[in-house]
């Protein structure tokens, strides 16, 4: 017999919630591929063909192949460290918008960069409170 996953509360029934995915479009799949899991260290964590999905911690996203590019939004890393965010900076000094520094407002240590698509990406290290 299966074992149901739903449970039932307040008289309604809730399914056992997994997560979620962010979806973008480009232009770039496989360049994006290599470059979000050589370079960023995201896993690829499904591959649907057209699309493919990387895990990074506990993030899902998506690339999927499409005539026109999706560069919405920003995809933002978390680190444990800022010697972490350092480290990515140095990767990534040639894409980076600016060098890493404390923002106090979110009590962040980050900096930003561009994609190869030109798609906002993040890295960041929340500060101990």
Known sequence: MKKDKSQLVSGQILRQQLGGI??????????LSK?????????LWMDRGGCHIFQHGNMLFGLCQR???????????FYSSRESVDEMYAKFKD????????????RIYHFYAKDPEGRNIEFQYFWEE
């Open 22 to 31: 962010v979806f973008f479009q480009t232009k770039m799949q496989a360049e």
């Open 67 to 77: 005539e026109v590019a999706d560069n919405l939004g920003m995809i933002t890393f």
């Open 95 to 106: 894409l980076a918008v600016e060098k890493p520094k404390d923002n106090n407002q979110y």
């Open 35 to 43: 470059f979000y899991i050589e370079k960023v260290g995201c896993k």
